[in-house]
């Protein structure tokens, strides 16, 4: 029987409500109908069942997608249960010191980077925050390569000032050079496998080895390559930091970091600091970092390919001065990028336009395809200018010391067809030139 059928013919009738019910002036009837129900013992009441929704349990199959745990505190059966959580380290009490969607990305970056252990953060910074504050106190001496990320400068530089923390800056590719600067309180070897933005490649092996000979860890930012194309502790480095928010998530959606550890001292270490430092990887934001690394080494291979390939156009280009990529010829790294890049010099191309700055300003405004834009490591094409933007805190000297010129521009190439993509550098080549 349908709800029309049923309903009293007067009831549905908006028109002609029953004249008793709806006059304020005199009371129904029967006015006890209206009292609410009485209560039945035991039975949860409205505003309770509002924020207890049952729990769904699922048995016989399994999500295939990670499931997002975006709650940030958990509930115990006892209390004994909740005080062996708090120092097992391990257990899900509050999403701050761990969560299972967060866990699932700690432990899915650990495996592919071959590590024992690792911790998410709300940011690549995050992450190099928590290395470096945790591994060096006041008065220690770090060694860093020149062409660091800014803002890993930009840390570096204020330890220096608030802290007494010594830096010395190394090319990244010459081991007396590293032997010469260390000293009985240096603290830690700061690399990146692929510098930002000019592309110079780390000899992670032979710096590492000399690092370990004097005791000292080895962290070594693998933003630009990803584990697809090289594994850190593979070549002898203790930890690896990452701005997920680049490759590992791909779609300019997400911020993340992660730092990787082959050894559970270190990472003990720097878990201590980084639980209280706070800068903990919300939930959803875990999850949508491990939803786009399923698609990892597809767009690593694409973007490799077409970066290989218009880097070379580039070079054959009258606009261009110079070009850098891992895979060129010309690369001053390419013999280490051979021995550590095998499948890939990675996405990113950084190009010295003819016409200097102002040629570097028209070219980043010129392009249609590509977007202007900060980040890396995306789907989408990506120019920028670093000595205004990713490196502004580089004064001139320190930016001649990491290779970037005043006409430097960076290209962080995505998954489009490389044909579109070298029709629109073309057509902003030419109004640069
Ligand atoms: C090499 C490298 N490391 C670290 C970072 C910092 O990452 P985030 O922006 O996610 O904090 C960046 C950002 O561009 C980067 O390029």
């Known amino acids: 029987m349908s709800h029309a059928d049923s309903a009293p013919a007067d009831a549905t009738s908006h028109g002609s409500a029953p004249a008793d019910a709806t006059s304020h002036g005199s009371a129904p009837a029967d006015a006890t109908s209206h009292a609410p129900a009485p209560h039945a013992a035991g039975v949860p009441r409205p505003e309770t069942l509002a924020v207890h929704p049952p729990h769904v349990e699922i048995t016989g199959s399994r999500p295939l997608g990670v499931p997002?745990?975006?709650?940030?505190?958990?509930?115990?059966?006892?209390?004994?249960?909740?005080?062996?959580?708090?120092?097992?380290?391990?257990?899900?009490?509050?999403?701050r010191l761990g969560n299972p969607t967060v866990r699932t990305l700690e432990d899915a970056v650990a495996r592919l980077e071959g590590g024992a252990t690792a911790l998410s953060f709300a940011s690549g910074m995050g992450a190099v925050n928590a290395v470096l504050l945790g591994l060096v106190s006041s008065g220690d001496h770090v060694i860093a390569q020149s062409c660091v990320y800014g803002g890993t400068y930009a840390v570096l530089t204020d330890l220096a000032a608030r802290w007494g923390v010594d830096v010395t800056y190394v090319s990244g590719t010459d081991p007396d050079e590293v032997r010469a600067a260390l000293r009985p309180t240096t603290r830690l070897l700061y690399l990146e496998t692929i510098a930002n933005p000019t592309t110079r490649v780390?000899?992670?092996?032979?710096?590492?080895?000399?690092?370990?000979?004097?005791?000292?860890?080895?962290?070594?930012?693998?933003?630009?390559?990803?584990?697809?194309?090289?594994?850190?502790?593979?070549?002898?480095?203790?930890?690896?930091?990452?701005?997920?928010?680049?490759?590992?998530?791909?779609?300019?959606?997400?911020?993340?970091?992660?730092?990787?550890?082959?050894?559970?001292?270190?990472?003990?270490?720097?878990?201590?600091?980084?639980?209280?430092?706070?800068?903990?990887?919300?939930?959803?934001?875990?999850?949508?970092?491990?939803?786009?690394?399923?698609?990892?080494?597809?767009?690593?291979?694409?973007q490799c390919a077409s970066a290989a390939d218009l880097a070379a156009r580039l070079a054959a280009h009258p606009a261009v001065e110079a070009v850098r990529h891992p895979a060129l010829a010309s690369h001053p790294d390419r013999e280490i990028a051979a021995r550590l890049l095998p499948r890939g010099g990675g996405g990113v191309v950084s190009v010295d336009l003819a016409g200097g700055r102002e040629a570097g300003r028209v070219f980043v405004e010129a392009v249609r395809l590509a977007s202007l834009s900060v980040s890396l490591g995306d789907v989408k094409t990506l120019v920028m200018h670093p000595a205004s933007t990713s490196h502004h805190q580089l004064d001139a000297t320190a930016l001649a010391a990491a290779g970037i010129g005043p006409g430097t521009v960076r290209i962080s190439v995505g998954i489009e067809h490389v044909e579109d993509l070298w029709e629109d550098l073309e057509q902003a080549l030419r109004k640069a030139a």
């Not at 115990?76 to 120092?87: E, K, V």
Request: aromatic fraction near 8%; proline fraction near 5%; charge should be negative.
């Open 68 to 95: 997002l745990h975006q709650g940030h505190v958990f509930a115990f059966d006892s209390a004994d249960a909740l005080a062996t959580a708090f120092t097992s380290g391990d257990a899900f009490l509050y999403s």
């Open 202 to 302: 780390s000899d992670l092996p032979v710096l590492a080895a000399v690092a370990a000979e004097a005791g000292v860890p080895v962290a070594v930012d693998n933003t630009f390559a990803s584990p697809l194309l090289c594994r850190p502790l593979d070549h002898g480095a203790d930890i690896v930091v990452h701005s997920a928010t680049k490759y590992l998530a791909g779609h300019a959606d997400v911020l993340g970091g992660l730092a990787v550890f082959k050894d559970p001292e270190l990472y003990g270490r720097v878990r201590h600091h980084a639980v209280e430092q706070g800068a903990s990887t919300d939930p959803f934001a875990a999850w949508l970092t491990l939803r786009g690394m399923q698609t990892l080494s597809l767009r690593m291979e694409r």
